[in-house]
């Protein structure tokens, strides 16, 4: 479904992916792991069109996006949750869907408003409440809703347990499970935190100074202390 063959980015003059190379089945759920400022985040940006490639290329189900805008990666069924989650703190939860559904111009977005209203109740509960005054892990929830506005086939999660309690932490793997199962929904998480990313994905990715370096099953990250410590500097 994605495949990005030595994609090269950063921030002006500074490069930060160095060659990253990576394929992605349909359905999957693949986590990408490392420690801070490895370039994780830098990576799902470059994937959504957030950042320009320097150099490489990125194709979905066939289409060569490399050079594609921001808002034709979304029409084409890309989403991202950025890091922090970034929602309007002064809006209402309702206002934030919406503007999500002005930026895509899709007609049914009032269907899609009710859909996020049954699969969320909590976000239903508070449509009216501003988003700032929800917990870190409702907001993170309001963060997903937004993006599944799209009706996206490819997810992309940056740290979505970061500051968020661990009873709500329990529940956004959950729904990431569900969204990936039930909507079929593919899903690139990026995530320091070991535990939630193993009760999430099977598979991951290990990142280390803008590159991907090691593949392997997310359990085997679970039972090697080694690793941990020196990809996840813990
Ligand atoms: N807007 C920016 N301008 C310049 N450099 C940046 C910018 N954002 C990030 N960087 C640099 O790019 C590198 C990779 O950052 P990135 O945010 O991708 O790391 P990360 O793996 O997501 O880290 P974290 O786990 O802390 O979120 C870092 O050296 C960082 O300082
Ligand atoms: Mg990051």
Redesign the pocket.
Known sequence: MLELDDVHA???R?A?LHGVTLTVGAGERLGVL????????????TIVGQLPLTAGRIVFDGRDLSRRPIHVRAREGIAYVP?GRQIFPALSVLDNLRVAAYATRRADWKARLEDMWREFPVLDRKRHDPGGSLSGGQQQILALARALMTQPRLLLL??PSEGVQPSIVDEIAEIVRRLNEERDITVIL?E?NLDFATRVVAHAHL?DK?QLVRDLPAADVLSDRALQHEYLGV
């Open positions: 950063g921030y002006g500074t930060v490392g420690r801070n400022g490895v370039g994780k985040s830098t990576l799902l940006r890091q940056d740290e990026v320091q990142m803008g």
